[in-house]
């Protein structure tokens, strides 16, 4: 994918006192163990310290983009209800989750996965309502998001978001029509759950080198919603579909990221070594290109049918070495 007229690095947005940094609030160059803090987009009514960029984002946006923001939600005040009286019982656990995902798919959902709410999943501060997630994800308009990082592809992001948001809201409800507690989550803006660390769990893909998940199936082009609920429901565990293969050597995201906010190696971040974005970097550009989101496009994975023939290529290359050598008898 080709970027056209990328906007340069200078600001329009700055601030009288600089916040306190964001890698900081992330926990980068941390060693030690612990949740994550809300530092951004917040839909929980914490007064955090970068606010005033996420108001400016919501000041400069597209009226499309606020049309489909505000549709959202207005549709999310579903996000939670009341169940039904009688119980649908689940005694086998894999066929009940079978059933679920056909229901997500059935719904609109591209990509679905299941897994335990861990504290690792959780910001600071908050508790999650129900222990079991269903983790969903929503490919995007391909044809729409070349146009990062321009409003037309903002446009597309937030109806997206709207889309896996309502997916979300239906597979909540059904659940709780068959008897069992269920909240959806399909806010962008943080909630008490992180989507990626949930997904990855789910198996819906893997953590790029930008700092996003890859799916075999759609790359980065895609967007996340979730359900948490107290269905039991057998677990999906975490693919390996060769991403670490790729980003170990490929640049192109660190390249194409216009103010380096990307890094060659995985950092520390808040006791686990792994991709990183520089926050401090990232945001500013991300405001003034409305989402920006060149990184995840031009990604290799992100293009269309692409994915399923690298994973193959990338994970029949390991088999040579991997293969033990016979034991004596
Ligand atoms: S979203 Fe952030 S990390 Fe990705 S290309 Fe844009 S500025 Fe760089
Ligand atoms: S562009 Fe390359 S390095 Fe970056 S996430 Fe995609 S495969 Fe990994």
Redesign the pocket.
């Known amino acids: 994918m080709k970027l056209y007229d990328t906007p340069s690095t200078e600001y329009a947005f700055g601030y009288h006192e600089t916040p306190r940094s964001g890698n900081g609030i992330n926990g980068h160059g941390e060693k030690t163990k612990r949740r994550a803090s809300h530092v951004f987009h917040n839909a929980t009514g914490e007064k955090l310290a970068w606010r005033a960029l996420d108001d400016f984002f919501s000041y400069i946006n597209d009226w499309q983009v606020v049309r489909y923001i505000l549709a959202n939600t207005w549709q999310l005040r579903r996000q939670d209800g009341p169940v039904a009286r009688k119980r649908e019982p689940v005694e086998d656990t894999a066929a009940a989750a079978a059933a679920i995902k056909d229901k997500a798919r059935e719904l609109g959902a591209g990509l679905v996965g299941i897994t335990l709410v861990t504290e690792d999943a959780l910001f600071e501060g908050h508790k999650a309502p129900h222990p079991n997630a269903i983790c969903i994800g929503l490919p995007m308009d391909r044809e729409e998001m070349t146009h990062v990082?321009h409003k037309r592809a903002a446009i597309e992001v937030m109806r997206a978001y709207h889309e896996v948001s309502r997916i979300a809201l239906e597979l909540a409800e059904h659940i709780r029509d068959l008897g069992w507690p269920a909240k959806a989550y399909g806010n962008p803006n943080s909630t008490e759950i992180l989507h990626i660390p949930l997904a990855i769990r789910a198996g819906l893909g893997e953590l790029g080198k930008?700092?996003s998940m890859i799916s075999k199936e759609y790359g980065s082009n895609f967007r996340l919603a979730a359900v948490l609920t107290d269905m039991p429901l057998a677990f999906d565990g975490p693919v390996d579909h060769g991403v670490e293969d790729i980003c170990l050597n490929c640049r192109r995201?660190v390249i194409?990221?216009?103010?380096d906010?990307?890094f060659d190696n995985k950092q520390w971040v808040r006791g686990v070594e792994r991709w990183y974005?520089d926050f401090d970097?990232?945001l500013p550009?991300?405001v003034k290109?409305y989402g920006?989101?060149?990184?995840?496009e031009v990604c290799p994975w992100s293009e269309p049918g692409r994915g399923p023939a690298l994973s193959e290529t990338l994970l029949a290359k390991r088999k040579p070495a991997s293969r033990q050598p016979n034991k004596p008898s």
């Not at 920006?292 to 995840?296: D, G, H, Q, S, T």
């Open positions: 990082p930008h700092g995201c194409d990221c216009p103010p906010a990307l974005v970097k990232c550009y991300f290109t920006c989101a060149i990184c995840i």
